[in-house]
């Protein structure tokens, strides 16, 4: 039953920062850099990742059952669903500027790390979005009806109602939230592999 997902090249966006020397920058950046929805606080660069399910989507049988009274009980599964995934990566960028020579190789090491950063989040929200898609393939409706044909649109109301009850509402957007929030708690928002300009550096 292939449920699948299509993701697009992530967009990469910048935001000019300012300043002549890296501490003057790193305050600019405090300041000015985008915010983290989950910690409320600015943050030097942010990603963004959003999926949606293209509408129509098909189930199929996956159990069909007669009583003896006639009455069948029908299960359906998803067949085919397809979700789009998007990702922005917004990067601060130097502006004109007056950095020194070590400082500029500082910021451009930093810049990388930063980058390598933002990137991991998009390999893990891609993982994560595999699991996601194998729980919607192990997901089932079931309902009981005295025709096979009302059976199975019962059964595909109640498969409507499981994913609705377990992704919409933001419920899902929700999850991916939190598992950014998890991989940044961890890697300390990349400080832990270098993403941390050394604003000690004339
Ligand atoms: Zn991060």
């Known amino acids: 039953m292939p449920i699948t997902i299509s993701y697009t090249a992530p967009k990469l966006r910048y935001y000019t920062v300012a300043g002549d020397t890296l501490k003057a920058i790193e305050a600019f950046m405090k300041r000015k850099g985008p915010v983290d929805p989950n910690e409320g606080k600015r943050m ?20 069909l059952h007669r009583a003896p009274n006639g009455e069948v009980t029908c299960s359906v599964k998803v067949k085919d669903m397809k979700f789009v995934a998007r990702a922005v990566i917004l990067l601060p960028k130097l502006g004109s ?19 390598a950063h933002e990137l ?10 595999h699991t996601v ?14 025709t096979e044909a009302a059976a199975e649109k019962a ?20 999850r991916i939230r939190q ?7 961890r890697t300390r928002h990349g400080q832990r592999s270098g993403a941390k300009l050394n604003t000690k550096i004339p």
Do not use: C
Request: a positive charge; zero cysteines; aromatic letters at 10%.
């Open 133 to 146: 898609l194998d729980e919607i393939g192990r997901l089932e409706g079931s309902a009981l009806a005295k």
């Open 155 to 174: 059964a595909r109301a109640d498969l409507e109602l499981a994913i609705r009850l377990n992704y919409a509402g933001g419920k899902l957007d929700k």
């Open 44 to 63: 030097v660069a942010m990603t963004y990742t959003g999926q949606g399910i293209v509408p129509k989507w098909t189930h199929g049988r996956s159990d």
């Open 179 to 185: 598992m950014h929030h998890q991989f940044d708690k």
């Open 97 to 115: 500027n007056k950095l020194s020579p070590a400082a500029r190789k500082e910021w451009d090491r930093f810049f990388r790390k930063l980058k």
């Open 120 to 129: 991991k989040h998009i390999a893990v929200y891609r993982g994560f979005m």
